[in-house]
């Protein structure tokens, strides 16, 4: 499995910016995609994820408590993609920003439930 971001730049307080993660490869057919991010010297944390179960055709999505008032998450099933629009945007989001995928349908927030990791995107927000 290969995971794909983009989207990362720029951007001053306030605005706003759209992460996307693609996945490709041998997928099970439900999973969860989470976004991590790791700023310099910190530890790298949760932001968001998202899954879907195409068994019981049930989606769940979790967001991390500094980011659900500004953040959302979704997710295109036909694409394997998973999309982090981002708003109001503060200078304590600048970090690399991480997509993983999770074989479980269950978001977690844990690092290591995560097998696959794409490369990361900067995400740079100036005051």
């Known amino acids: 499995v290969q995971l794909q971001a983009s989207g990362g730049g720029l951007v001053q307080v306030g605005g706003s910016l759209r992460l996307s993660c693609t996945a490709s490869?041998?997928?099970?057919?439900?999973?969860?995609m989470g976004w991590f991010r790791q700023a310099p010297g910190k530890e790298r944390e949760f932001v968001g994820g998202?899954?879907?179960?195409?068994?019981?055709?049930?989606?769940?999505?979790r967001l991390a408590d500094s980011v659900k008032a500004r953040f959302t998450i979704s997710r295109d099933n036909a694409k394997n993609s998973m999309l982090l629009q981002m708003n109001s945007l503060k200078p304590g989001d600048t970090a690399l920003y991480y997509c993983a995928l999770n074989l479980s349908p269950l978001v977690s927030t844990m690092r290591d439930r995560y097998r696959y990791w794409g490369q990361g995107t900067q995400v740079t927000v100036s005051s």
């Open positions: 998202i899954s879907w179960n195409v068994y019981t055709q049930h989606s769940e999505s």
């Open positions: 490869g041998r997928t099970s057919s439900s999973y969860s």
